[in-house]
């Protein structure tokens, strides 16, 4: 598939044959696309999955419908045991994707977790815990607060406040995302405090 398909509806087709049912001709999956197994990954409608994505699917992966999928995610639905003497065990534990989210471009979702519909989840996260519907993620690992983070990243004006007010954590990255969902509101209007 990554070196011999010459266009979608090609990458479509052999994707269905590596993961045993066929793909909607309403997903586009765009190669090179990586898997160790195949066959327990789920796609929906209306996907669509970025270039150079790494899917470790032994433990199960679904995606749902109006899910877009940024180039180099990884989807790893497997883990090892801390200890040492356990560590060739691989323990399986699936990732669920739901309705309309936005993976952005480098995360790293890891065994077990959850995301909710509606949800972006920012270029380069490391999500290790379930994301709830309709928020903005940004890197689960660094356990920072959202106003930490605001503050160290120099994302200001009336999108950071509204993020710190919401208790989204944020990233340089997502100063951008938070200005599109937050605009500046106009002068007539009673938030100035945020600008």
């Avoid at 045993?20 to 190669?31: A, I, K, L, M, Q």
């Avoid at 994301?131 to 950071?160: E, F, I, L, M």
């Amino acid at each position: 598939m990554n070196t011999t398909a010459t266009n979608v509806d090609q990458v479509r087709n052999r994707l269905s044959e590596i993961i045993g049912t066929e793909v909607n001709p309403s997903t586009t999956v765009f190669p090179p696309f990586y898997t160790n197994f195949g066959r327990s990954i789920r796609l929906g409608k209306n996907v669509f999955i970025n270039h150079a994505c790494s899917f470790l699917d032994i433990g199960g992966i679904t995606i749902d419908d109006d899910v877009m999928v940024g180039p180099r995610v990884n989807l790893t639905s497997e883990n090892h045991p801390i200890d040492p003497t356990d560590r060739p065990t691989v323990i399986p534990r699936p990732i669920v994707i739901k309705r309309n989210a936005w993976i952005g471009a480098g995360a790293t979702i890891l065994p077990g977790v959850t995301i909710g519909e509606s949800p972006i989840v920012a270029a380069g996260a490391v999500v290790s815990r379930n994301v709830p519907s309709n928020t903005v993620r940004s890197n689960w690992r660094t356990g920072k607060s959202c106003q930490d983070v605001v503050k160290a990243s120099g994302c200001r004006g009336y999108a950071s406040a509204k993020a710190v007010e919401n208790r989204l954590p944020v990233s340089p990255a997502l100063c951008l995302v938070l200005a599109t969902i937050y605009p500046r509101p106009k002068q007539s209007e009673k938030h100035l405090a945020y600008t």
